[in-house]
């Protein structure tokens, strides 16, 4: 069966032939029908609402595309004026088609050009708008806050995008700005940038509340009761309802104003006008194709764009969770570099150059007087921040079966109630009631069926649960997921920073001077390679934040281990003249020139840092381009997974002990990152460094060494994965760190037994048409037993033996998951189930990962702390960020407390909460039965319960008992037995009927038994509602109790829940209702007995018989529950029943799983040994596709722009005859590096340098940035084009 699974397809779910489709293939796919108004069928339909007094409109304004399909006729999109919507979860959306109308002045605006508007031209992929040839109207509808615009050519209706598709990375820098004209157009297509809230009127929320299913059925229970003279239950059931609306309007208020508040916002910002005319407008106003000014100290983005100039560091908290400062540097700009092939732009891919709305902008870096620009890509609430909106305010609804299965069982009390109500009219039409008698009774006897308050009652656990969450530091934005928790039996777990501590402790480097592994030095002071503490000082993202060096936890480990400093530009409005570079430099300066206790110049150990290529999670690397002071080139310094880093160097610089040695640290879980070097042409400048992509130089690189750090596991990992595991919640670790270091540390927590078997799943892709995609086995563990499979296409495998019966584990990486994705789709399935360790997992494959799990059946928890985990997080069942935030709208729950001791502290709440669902509903039931029997035997003599004990029943009894249940606190140990799910399963089903048939036992008896003392009196029927008797008595007595009775048989403790003991509330509560109870039936004062409209027995001792029953049937109740609903082995033979019965109602992972135990031969071993490190390296060989295909095209840009620069270079000498410029360029520490009038500052002094033997009268010294043509005169210092100081004599 799992061999035939297609794990293949995630996402959306397939399409069908004979739908159309809006947003194919994403997330927000969705199917369209078009719809315009029949006259007919609307005369029809609104003849039928005026018939039954407007219930069938009440009935369409629950199903409104049921009224569309009613009063519309079917039509094609182009003629449509109503478009009806559904979703994959098969929710509906209604829309209006509007017509835009594009004028300016009275001029049509033609969509076609783009120019003049964005369109949505296929053929043009500048413009986002396509409208009919020669017209200026526009067709367009709006469905969760998104615009869906006509396009004719295509004949479908298109999602309006901003610049972030179809437009090719040079675009940007063409951009020159938009004119006021220019961006009044796009203004009417894209409307206001305002992410707006709306904060619903207080009139419209209370009627949309009082016409909802639960209210309208609580108006019609009150309009019976009132028309059967129940006034006093049916005012306080008035009151009770009239509360909760207020307290509904209130909820809903406040929370629509706090999101309002937290999201809305608007600001001044600068934009261009073209000709670098800016002018201040606000945020509103602002339309993709703007070009903004970034401020200079920071600011809330109130859009997403793409920087184009300048550096910016931010704080993304608010999207990821993660407070870690980033560094977004502009945009790649293919045209600075010749016949480099021109990327097309994606999101995803540069999001590196992103700034995303609602993000932080601390501060921002510059060059010169250039400003820091961005291009305005998207707005409103097609931005980042809008999409989380939007996705706050349409989340994606909780399909648990719990919820499914409800509203089957209230559908069966339904029914039951109209048995009941067919006996009613039975039985009073054969009595010769009056028709209005009839009807009041039949009716009532439905609302007692069907308890109206059953929507509330089953909040109540929830709402307890996220109190104690709270309290526990762990913060919920999706209640309602809070019952899934519970059915967890998957937990992902991301590794460094969730199991590992975020700092780490800097173990030793490994250098590797001459392709060669040295001795591992431990103290770095000890180190002497200057290269490779080069390469520590500068390639990393660290910053300076309120005069703390900030930044990724391993960037500050490395830097704060060779003891160096970091120096930028300060906050002093004199130091931002210029974009001046980081500069680090040894703490303790060792250039003989420095004077002691001087550390203010710069010496030939600074080195300056004049270009970075940002991290990629996906290129697993990051670069920077840096100068020397002493040097006269620039270097280039990366920094990454070992497995990248070698692949981009030189093969003679790598070791041949490289595996060898990796393996050496990470199988012992230390995180090892790799650093390599390459000197850059000495004639390439600083303007020309800017101008390079990373894809020309991250190549060709000098192997450094290893860089070996220790990632330890946070003390609360091992107990909590161990927990789990004995809870049997399968745990799976899925990380981007090495593949070695990740098993090493699933050895470590416990998460793989020391005894278990690892096997690693290796799959090589196609090679070049000579051979087809492979996957192989191997052993992992100590006894490097190699486990190989070469698979073909059509599943044949070429090896097979025996394994031993021992538990194998899966391992595979990011790389061998995507090949069997694609060309194993089959396999997956079974990888799935048994794989325990993914490694070199990028986001989207965590998000994959998650989906396929879910498809096999699986609840799936996801736990992560970075923005690697967002997709994981959003798609699992139940997401845990780690985070300071108090909300992350990254995931569901938020844990202030950064380690994994909240997985089963949310597990164990929601179980908790799911079995207090559980059992309220099941008490709900019974009580409505329970009260339902009462009737019915009343109903046989004519009598019912009267008003006052309906009230005792309702009110001081059920509502009581109902709120206080839920405050059980969960177990304090998680068990292997998971809570239930379903309420239609037997046990729930089978504990209903038989609760029900103990409670109709004891009332059936009681009421006859009654009838057999000698003091009994009949009743008389009068047609004054004096329902007061002895067999009313004989019934409410014993009903009294069943529900108390009832209340402590469901409130199940052990295993989920504590005992009901540490309730205290609900102890008490049990208390003060049994009392009330007894003290009615055994000797009731005579104000309290006509109070309550009873009869009270004349005989005492017989009143104590009623005690007696009711002992008896708690006994029975609470036995049935405990001795037969709640056996293990009587559930077990129940499912396994099922099971025999119904196979399909097994979960599919659980069929795979016994396909793989029966199935020893799989997966196919092979005795013969393996060298773990050498299939490590033949995969990343097989995966590594050079991004060089024509090296030496490449070599020719490099060429080119030397050549610029030498031609730019013949002219330095000519400036000796220039005039003075009176700028002044600083170093970091106030040297004045170009002096020209200034004289607080000393002129920089330092060894120099000749030029070059033609210019004798120049001496030069590198400059570490500037791209100024700075004139001088003999005597001053200044710099050329090439990025050196130039002093004359």
């Known amino acids: ?108 605006i033609d969509p076609l050009n783009p120019n003049k508007a964005i369109s949505y031209n296929s053929s043009n992929q500048k413009s986002n708008l396509q409208a009919a040839h020669g017209e200026n109207k526009i067709n367009y509808f709006i469905t969760k806050k998104v615009k869906y615009i006509w396009d004719p050519e295509r004949d479908e209706f298109i999602r309006l995008k901003g610049l972030e598709k179809d437009n090719p990375c040079s675009y940007f820098y063409q951009l020159k700005g938009l004119s006021y004209e220019d961006q009044q157009r796009r203004h009417v297509l894209y409307g206001l940038n305002s992410i707006r809230v709306h904060v619903t009127p207080i009139i419209k929320i209370f009627f949309k509340e009082v016409i909802s299913p639960f209210y309208v059925f609580q108006l019609f229970s009150m309009c019976v009761w009132y028309a059967d003279d129940y006034e006093l239950y049916a005012s306080c059931i008035v009151f009770i309802s009239t509360v909760s609306i207020i307290i509904t309007i209130y909820q809903t208020r406040k929370m629509q104003r706090a999101l309002r508040n937290t999201i809305s916002g608007s600001t001044i910002v600068s934009v261009c006008r073209g000709n670098e005319e800016y002018e201040d407008i606000s945020s509103e106003d602002l339309v993709p194709g703007d070009i903004i000014e970034v401020p200079r100290r920071g600011c809330f983005m109130q859009c997403d764009a793409v920087l184009i100039s300048g550096n910016c560091i931010v704080n993304e908290s608010m999207l990821t969770g993660e407070s870690v400062p980033i560094t977004k540097t502009p945009l790649p700009n293919p045209q600075l570099a010749r016949d480099q092939k021109e990327n097309m732009f994606d999101i995803k891919q540069h999001t590196r150059h992103m700034l995303f709305c609602g993000t932080n902008v601390i501060q921002t870096r510059y060059y010169g007087n250039q400003k820091v620009k961005a291009v305005v890509v998207r707005t409103g609430f097609l931005t980042a921040k809008g999409e989380l909106v939007r996705a706050i305010l349409y989340p994606k609804p909780v399909d648990f079966k719990f919820n499914r299965d409800s509203y089957w069982f209230v559908g069966v009390l339904a029914f039951i109630a109209s048995l009941g109500f067919i006996y009613t009219i039975v039985l009073m039409v054969q009595d010769g009631e009056q028709a209005g008698d009839i009807v009041l009774r039949s009716l009532d006897l439905i609302t007692i069926t069907v308890p109206p308050a059953l929507p509330a009652a089953l909040t109540v656990g929830i709402v307890f649960a996220q109190h104690r969450l709270k309290k526990g530091q762990i913060f919920c934005i999706s209640p309602r997921g809070i019952n899934i928790c519970g059915t967890l039996n998957v937990v992902c777990f991301d ?54 060096i900030m930044g990724d936890p391993l960037d500050l480990i490395m830097f704060e281990a060779i003891d160096w400093v970091l120096e930028e530009p300060g906050e002093e409005e004199t130091r931002f003249d210029m974009m001046v570079p980081t500069i680090v430099h040894p703490r303790i300066r060792n250039n003989l020139n420095s004077t002691k206790g001087d550390n203010r110049q710069p010496m030939g150990e600074d080195i300056g840092v004049v270009r970075q290529f940002t991290f990629s999670s996906s290129l697993q690397r990051m670069s920077v381009i840096t100068r020397t002071l002493s040097a006269n080139n620039f270097d280039l310094f990366v920094k990454g997974s070992p497995e990248m880093i070698t692949s981009l160097s030189k093969p003679e610089t790598v070791p041949a002990d490289f595996q060898e040695m990796l393996m050496t640290y990470t199988q012992h879980g230390y995180r090892v990152i790799a650093l390599a070097w390459k000197p850059l042409p000495q004639k390439l400048n600083y303007v020309k460094v800017q101008r390079i992509t990373r894809e020309q130089v991250e190549k060709d690189l000098n192997f450094l060494g290893l860089l070996v750090m220790e990632n330890c596991l946070k003390p609360e990992t091992t107990p909590v994965i161990q927990m789990l595991r004995e809870a049997a919640i399968r745990n799976i670790m899925v990380t981007g760190d090495n593949m070695l270091t990740a098993m090493s540390v699933a050895r470590e927590c416990c998460m793989v037994d020391r005894t278990d078997r690892i096997i690693v799943v290796q799959a090589y892709p196609p090679q070049d048409g000579k051979a087809g995609p492979q996957v192989e086995f191997m052993y992992a563990d100590e006894r490097e037993k190699k486990v190989e499979e070469v698979m073909s296409v059509d599943g044949q495998y070429n090896i097979q033996i025996d394994m031993e019966n021992q538990r194998f584990h899966f391992a595979v990486t990011g790389k061998s998951w995507a090949v069997i994705r694609q060309f194993f789709p089959d396999m997956l399935a079974k990888i799935v189930v048994r794989g325990t360790i993914f490694a070199r997992m990028g986001p989207d494959q965590k998000a994959q990962l998650v989906e396929c799990l879910q498809a096999l059946g699986y609840y799936v928890g996801m736990c992560g702390d970075g923005a690697n985990d967002c997709g994981a997080l959003k798609t699992a069942h139940t997401g845990i960020s ?10 569901p729950f938020t844990s202030k407390n950064p380690t994994i001791e909240c997985v089963p502290n949310v597990i164990r709440e929601g179980r908790a909460a799911l079995v207090t669902s559980f059992g309220i509903f099941k008490y709900m039931a019974c009580y409505s039965l329970t009260q339902f029997v009462s009737v019915l035997l009343l109903y046989w003599i004519g009598a019912n319960l009267t008003d006052p004990e309906f009230l005792f029943i309702d009110l001081f009894t059920l509502t009581t008992l109902s709120v206080t249940f839920g405050r059980t606190e969960p177990f304090a140990e998680l068990v292997k037995e998971p809570p239930p799910i379903s309420l239609l399963a037997p046990g729930p089903i089978l504990s209903i009927i038989l609760q029900t048939a103990i409670q109709t036992a004891a009332q059936v008896y009681c009421f006859l038994d009654v009838q057999r003392q000698p003091w009994f009196e009949k009743f008389i029927d009068h047609d004054d509602y004096d329902y007061t008797s002895y067999e009313n008595s004989a019934v409410f007595f014993i009903s009294s109790f069943q529900y108390i009775i009832l209340a402590v048989a469901f409130s199940k403790g052990a295993p989920f829940r504590k005992t009901i003991f540490s309730n205290y509330f609900f102890l008490i509560n049990l208390i003060v209702c049994t009392a009330g109870a007894v003290w009615i039936t055994v000797y009731p004062p005579t104000g309290l007995a006509d109070l309550m409209e009873v009869k009270t027995f004349p005989s005492v001792p017989y009143s104590l018989v009623y005690i007696g029953i009711a002992v008896v049937n708690f006994l029975l109740s609470v036995m049935l529950e405990m001795f037969l609903m709640d056996n293990t082995s009587v559930r077990e033979k129940c499912r396994e029943k099922v099971k025999h019965c119904l196979p399909s109602s097994q979960f599919k992972y659980a069929a795979i799983e016994q396909e793989i135990a029966g199935n020893p031969s799989w997966p196919p071993v092979s005795p013969s040994a393996v060298n773990l490190a050498l299939a490590f390296q033949r995969l990343d060989s097989a995966h590594h596709v050079p991004k060089d295909l024509n090296p030496a095209t490449k070599k020719e840009i490099l060429d080119e722009l030397i050549e610029e620069t030498d031609m730019e270079a013949q002219s330095v000498k000519s400036l000796s005859q220039a005039t003075t410029d009176t700028r002044s360029i600083k170093s970091l520490n106030g040297v004045t590096l170009a002096n020209t009038g200034h004289t607080e500052n000393a002129t920089a002094s330092y060894p120099q340098r000749q030029l070059s033997a033609e210019s004798g009268d120049y001496y030069a010294q590198p400059l570490l940035k500037s791209d100024s043509e700075i004139r001088f005169q003999k005597g001053e210092t200044s710099v050329d084009d090439n990025g050196k100081f130039m002093t004359t004599l």
Request: aromatic share 8%; with cysteine; hydrophobic share 40%.
């Open 882 to 891: 780690l985070s300071e935030a108090e909300a992350s709208v990254a995931s």
């Open 1 to 108: 069966m799992g061999s035939k699974l297609k794990m293949g397809q995630t996402g959306p779910p397939p399409m069908k032939s004979d739908r159309i489709y809006i947003n194919p293939g994403e997330e927000d796919q969705m199917e369209i029908s078009g719809f315009r108004p029949h006259k007919l069928k609307t005369a029809v339909v609104w003849f039928f609402i005026i018939i039954t007094v407007g219930l069938l409109r009440l009935f369409f304004y629950w199903l409104p595309h049921l009224f569309i399909k009613a009063t519309h006729s079917r039509c094609s999109l182009a003629a449509a004026t109503t478009v009806l919507l559904k979703d994959q979860y098969k929710q509906w959306f209604k829309s209006k088609i509007c017509t835009m109308i594009t004028r300016d002045g009275g001029a049509s």
């Open 495 to 548: 590794k460094t920073g969730t199991l590992t501590e975020d700092g780490m402790k800097m173990q030793s480097v490994v250098p590797s001077p001459n392709g060669r592994f040295e001795e591992e030095v431990k103290d770095m002071s000890r180190l002497k390679h200057n290269l490779l503490i080069s390469a520590m000082a500068t390639c990393h993202s660290l910053t300076i934040i309120d005069g703390s």
